[in-house]
Structures are given as structure tokens and as C-alpha cells.
């Protein structure tokens, strides 16, 4: 069994055994009401403007789960917060995304009221193609350090959708009402997923380092034998040397490179392939195996979807 299945494996059942000692909230209401909140005008979908209610470090720092999906904007400098084992400090606000059932502890706010934090049960969008959709946006899977910094102009946008939302919720209920509230939270959704592309775009001198120091980890895996150790270098290997989520780790490549992170690493392969099959007299089946394949077969078909050409054909294309 390959290294990196062993590596899901424990990390599953890592994060079942974290999931056990933290408390879990099943329904807002619950969370609210645990929090000495107040009682949500909906059961399914809650708004927490900060203006109106406050949200505090103690009642943030011990260790929680919730079943449901989470966007918070924070304007204050200074928010705190701890993902697994490492802790985050903003210099400036920031928005991040959950997805039920990823585990949050150690928050600390800042002094600002200002920003609100929606909360969004599974259950809310049931029979519409948000339902769907939603599992599409990758900053749900991103990690807290991953926040989305806005622009004055973002602010306003975001924040303007936020309030749409609580003066619907704070609306009598009719029969119209879920629908405007789906189309405002897809709004916001859409509007995040066009911000956070703009900020892979200004952070961009960050995230070249950031690839620079992927290429660096992937030259090292192809050289010193790793490969031949621990087969191909995974996507989740690759995103924890760089201590970023997979997802944003292929969301980051996509915007820089145009290609995904399985791709990425295909691509330093193939290159690390052709440097050998033109300095060496190594067989194919050594190249496969030196590269991390368990079979020469996957190695030469691969290396042939890349180039047109077989390994064979290639070293002979320089003799």
C-alpha cells in the first residue's frame, strides 16, 4: 500500500479522534444559545452583525465543531486564531470560510464591532442548485492563515450583501423569502470567489515565493530518493511541506501557472525524466522506479501523454 494511503488513513482517524474531544454543535440554536446568544430569527440560517451583538475571545477559545457552514468577516486588526496547531494573527480584517465539521479553537477577536459572522445549515439550501454549488468554492476547504484581506471598495460590497441578508431575515417569513436569501448568500459567495482571485493576483510576489519553494521541495523529492522510498510525491504531502491547504495550494497554481497541482508536479517529473533518460544509461523500469512508480508501464505512458514521444524515443531523439 502506498505511503501517502497510510498518511490519509491516520490522518482520518487524527481527525475523528480531535472531532471526539471538541464540542459539537449540531444546530445553530444550540450555539447561540450555548454562547448566551440570541435565539436566531431562523433555525436554519442566522446572521451576527457585531454591531448588534458581541462576540467574544472566551466564548471562542475553547475547542468547537459545527455542523454548519460558517462565513466571517472581522474588520478589526489584531483577530486571533488557531488552526491545528498553529496560530494566525491578522494585521488587518479578514474573511474566512468553513465547511461543516471543520474544527476551530483557540478564536480571539479584536476590539472592532464592526463585521458579522452568517451561519448556514446544510439543510437551508436542500432542493437548490446551491446545494451543489456551494462544495465548488474552494475557500471553504481553505485553512484560517488563507484569510481574504478586502479592499475599501471589497468592504463595502461584502457588507452591503450582509445587511441584504439580516433585513430579509428580520423580514416576515413568506414564501418568497428563501429564495431571496439563497440568491443574496450565492451573491456573496460569488463576489468572494472573484476577491480572493484578485488577491492571488496583488499577493502575487508571496505566492511566487511560495511556488519557488514548491519546485525546491519537488527537485529534492526527485533527488535524494524519496521518490524511490515513498512513491509520488502527493498533493497533501506537498500542501503540508508548505503548511497551506491543498486546496489553495491548487487554487495558487491554477492563477500562476494555469495548471493544478497534480499537473504541476507531472510536469516537474516529466522534466526530471528527461534530464535522466539524456545523462544516463539507467532502463526505463530504473527511471519508473527512481521516479516513484510502482510500474514502468504507468511511467511510459505518462511520460508519452507529455510528449508525444516514449522514453525509448526520446533518448534515441539524442543519439
Known sequence: MPVDIFDDIYRQDLIMEQRNKLQVFHSITEMQRIFGLPKPLHPLISMLDYNKVEITSEMLAHPFVMDFYNITYNESAGCRMKYGQTVYDFEEGGMFFTSPGQPLTGIQTGDSRSGFTLLIHPDFLRNYTLDTKIKSYGFFSYSVN??????????????????????????????????????????????????????????????????????????DYFNDKTALMNGLPSVQFLAGQLNI???????????????????????????????????????????????????????????????????????????
Open 245 to 319: 491547504s491543498p486546496k489553495y495550494l491548487g487554487d495558487m497554481l491554477r492563477t500562476l501557472t494555469g495548471h493544478n497541482t497534480q499537473q504541476h508536479i507531472h510536469i516537474r517529473l516529466i522534466e526530471k525524466a528527461k534530464e535522466i533518460l539524456t545523462i544516463s544509461d539507467l532502463t526505463v523500469g530504473e527511471i519508473a522506479f527512481q521516479l516513484g512508480f510502482e510500474h514502468p508501464q504507468s511511467f511510459s505512458k505518462l511520460f508519452k501523454l507529455k510528449t508525444n514521444l516514449s522514453p525509448l524515443e526520446f533518448r534515441a531523439s539524442f543519439n
Open 146 to 219: 488563507e484569510s481574504l484581506h478586502l479592499s475599501a471598495k471589497e468592504q463595502v460590497i461584502i457588507t452591503t450583501i450582509a445587511k441584504n441578508i439580516g433585513d430579509e431575515l428580520e423580514t416576515a417569513i413568506d414564501d418568497i423569502s428563501q429564495d431571496v436569501l439563497i440568491s443574496q448568500i450565492e451573491l456573496l459567495l460569488n463576489y468572494s470567489h472573484r476577491f480572493y482571485k484578485r488577491q492571488f493576483i496583488t499577493r502575487k510576489p508571496l505566492n511566487n515565493a511560495l511556488l519557488e519553494k514548491l519546485d525546491k521541495i519537488l527537485d
